[in-house]
């Protein structure tokens, strides 16, 4: 099983739309939990970390849910410039404070 | 934010020869820093943590005398590919991680890697 999990998509949306992405994570002791946004042939770039009360970031929102080992990213009013793989990223201190990170959503986002 | 630069951006050689990639962290000075090797349309796998000083630690299934990592320097770190081979083309990134904060990495803009 993988550490960290996504649905690859892609997803396909127009303009406007609220769109949502979910990720589950293996590892209980995963104490950090990030979304990166990565564009073709570039690298990830942080989008928003994303914390247990979940948090907001203008047209997105990441909750994280440790019960179910579960994240998610909400993007509202969505726009062409969104279109972008969107990785999820967790943190676990005990194998040194290492990033292991999803293969990513695909989001497409369309006039 | 803090800003990481690698060099070059596009590499291609011929199979057999070393490839040298360097990774700067420009305005801070990095104790740590991360090598990952990403495939097309797969995630980024950590190859190795680089520490300044000392030897870096590579992941399971890297090999080390492969992949020669140098982090000679707080703001540079060096990955050798060496006698590299077709299967190794690939997108390499480094990060850095900020100064005092323990999560907080800024990636390189990768290096891509094709040999022929």
């Known amino acids: 099983r993988k550490e960290v999990e996504q649905d690859p998509g892609p997803f396909n949306v127009p303009e406007g739309a609220t769109v949502a992405f979910n990720c589950t994570y293996s590892n209980s002791a995963s104490q950090s939990f990030f979304w990166y946004r990565q564009d073709c042939r570039k690298e990830p770039k942080l989008l928003m970390s994303?914390?247990?009360s979940g948090n907001e970031d203008g047209r997105f929102t990441a909750q994280l849910n440790r019960a179910s080992q579960y994240i998610s990213l909400l993007i509202r009013d969505s726009k062409l410039s969104d279109s972008a793989t969107y990785l999820c990223?967790?943190?676990?201190?005990?194998?040194?404070?290492?990033?292991?990170f999803g293969a990513g959503t695909i989001l497409r986002v369309k006039s | 934010g803090a800003v990481v630069s690698q060099h070059p951006s596009w590499v291609i050689c011929k199979s057999g020869t070393s490839v040298k990639i360097e990774c700067r962290s420009l305005?801070?000075?990095?104790?740590?820093m991360f090598w990952y090797r990403q495939f097309p349309k797969q995630s980024l796998m950590l190859m190795a943590t680089?520490?300044?000083?000392?030897?870096?630690?590579?992941e399971q299934g890297v090999e080390k005398d492969k992949f020669l990592i140098n982090h000679a320097s707080l703001t540079l770190s060096t990955l050798t590919v060496t006698s590299a081979h077709p299967e190794d083309s690939s997108f390499y990134i480094c990060?850095?991680?900020?100064?005092?904060?323990?999560?907080?990495?800024?990636f390189g803009p990768g290096t891509r890697l094709l040999v022929l």
């Open positions: 680089s520490n300044e000083g000392s030897k870096a630690t590579y």
């Open positions: 990223v967790v943190n676990t201190r005990e194998y040194g404070n290492k990033l292991v």
């Open positions: 305005d801070f000075q990095a104790t740590t």
């Open positions: 990060s850095a991680r900020s100064p005092g904060g323990l999560e907080t990495q800024y």
């Open positions: 994303v914390y247990s």
